[in-house]
Each structure stands twice: as C-alpha cells, then as structure tokens.
C-alpha cells in the first residue's frame, strides 16, 4: 500500500484544541472538494509506501505516545486503515483533519477534526464521530450558512466548535473583517464558540 504524500513534517499544532502542542504532520495529496478559500497545496511530491512514512514519522518523533497529525488536501478519500494500523502499533497517538466527506475510518482516530465544508452530508454524521468541529468565516460570516451550522452542532453537543478566518493567501493574512464577524458571534452566545486563529502562519511557522 502507498500513499500520494505532499509533505511529512515536525512542527507546531495551529488550530484548534491541540494549538501550541508539537506534532508530526503527515500530509497527504488530494482532496475530493475544491475550495475558493482553499489555502493548502496538495499537489503529490511523490508516492510513499506505509515503511516510508513510518520511517519519516520515528525520524522526527521517535517517542511513543506522541501526536501524529494525518491532514491534506483530505486525507479520507485515502484508505487509512493500513497507515493508522502501523502508527498505532507504534505507540502514536493520531489526529486527523477532514472536511467530514467520508466517515467511515474516523473511528481509528484519537481525536477527529472536522472542519466541514460544501458539500459534505452531515446525514451520516453521529454526534460522537468528531472531538471538535472548525467554521471558516470570511468576511461575510460563517462559509457554511448560520442555520446549517446551528442544526449540525446542536446534533453534536460534546464537541468543541470553534470559529477560525479564512485566509487570504493574497495577502498572507486573515480576511479581512473575518474576525470581526467572529467577535460578534462569540459576544452573542458565549458559552458556545471559540476563535481558532491559526498561530502556525501568524508566527510564519510552517
Ligand atoms: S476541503 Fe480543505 S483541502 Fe479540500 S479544497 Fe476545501 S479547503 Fe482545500
């Protein structure tokens, strides 16, 4: 089995409820969507046997129990099963990030992603499938529409639902009047948003 692998790579975990912790990306080509906002370059570098990607993840985090983050592009259009079997059997701990198109390996997973996008079903969907959910909001609001968005997380009540900007790769920032829009959501119902900023490109991480 081999993998389409953009990137395999050690750095700093930007977004969500892991931010600031570090981790191994493994970063796989292809998606099955095809964003406006997309900021991700998911072109093939080359195709990696499961040994290659082991080889690359020890190298660059060789403890056990450490977080590997399987990304994209979107990774589930892959057969995961074959990969995550290898990690875990080394002690790693597994994150992945999807737009939540496909759930079926989900459940391999130590922590689930969803950062959902058009046009994903949110009919397969049980409330326990992701540990968190991320809303991209331009400058118009949210990208998925308010009352879409309010159904599907009222259906996940134990996940964590954060807000993040879009950003704008035309000018290496967030889009503008994004956060804006964020502030005033979270003023509005407290309890139930966070802003996920993605501290990895505020700091030029990679
Ligand atoms: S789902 Fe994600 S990776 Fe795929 S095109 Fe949209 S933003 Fe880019």
Redesign the pocket.
């Known amino acids: 089995m081999s993998y389409p692998v953009v990137e395999v790579f050690r750095s700093i975990q930007g977004e969500g409820a892991h931010t600031g912790m570090g981790v191994v990306f493994v970063r796989l080509a292809h998606?099955n969507?095809?964003?406006k906002?997309?900021d991700?370059d998911?072109t093939a570098q080359g195709y990696w046997s499961v040994n290659e990607i082991l080889e690359a993840v020890k190298s660059l985090s060789p403890k056990r129990g450490s977080w590997i983050v399987v990304t994209?592009?979107?990774p589930t259009i892959h057969r995961l099963t074959p990969l995550v079997d290898q990690l875990k059997a080394r002690g790693y701990q597994l994150q992945i990030e999807t737009?939540g198109s496909n759930v079926h390996e989900l459940r391999l997973f130590d922590w689930v992603t969803c950062s959902p996008?058009k046009p994903m079903s949110l009919d397969e969907w049980d409330s326990d499938t992701a540990q968190e959910f991320k809303f991209l909001v331009g400058s118009d609001g949210l990208v998925l529409g308010e009352c879409e968005v309010e159904g599907f997380i009222a259906s996940c009540p134990l996940a964590r639902c954060y807000l993040q900007p879009v950003w704008d790769m035309s000018t290496g920032a967030m889009e503008k009047g994004a956060l804006g829009k964020i502030m005033e959501m979270i003023e509005r119902e407290p309890g139930k948003w966070q802003l996920s900023v993605q501290m990895h490109k505020l700091l030029k991480l990679r």
Do not use: L
């Open positions: 998606c969507y095809s964003c906002f997309c991700t998911y994209g592009g979107e737009n996008k």
